[in-house]
């Protein structure tokens, strides 16, 4: 999730020393807006399962 600070960062930069908004926001902004979701996705399909190796383990026995 603070990966997409990251492009937050970038996109108030860009702003701050008189960049082009356009690019600030569409590049930028849109890349934090698309990143923010995937890692929620990510944590949300992630938590409580078991790792991989576990699974495979598992299904060995």
């Known amino acids: 999730m603070f990966i997409a600070c990251t492009p937050?960062?970038?996109?108030?930069?860009?702003?701050a020393h008189d960049g082009s908004s356009a690019a600030a926001f569409?590049?930028?902004?849109?890349?934090?807006?698309?990143?923010?979701?995937?890692g929620v996705l990510t944590l949300r399909e992630t938590r409580g399962r078991p790792a991989?190796?576990?699974?495979?383990?598992?299904a060995r026995q």
């Not at 991989?52 to 598992?58: M, P, Q, V």
């Open 8 to 15: 937050l960062g970038d996109m108030i930069t860009v702003l």
């Open 26 to 38: 569409g590049i930028h902004g849109a890349t934090a807006a698309l990143v923010a979701p995937t």
């Open 52 to 58: 991989i190796a576990e699974r495979l383990s598992l």
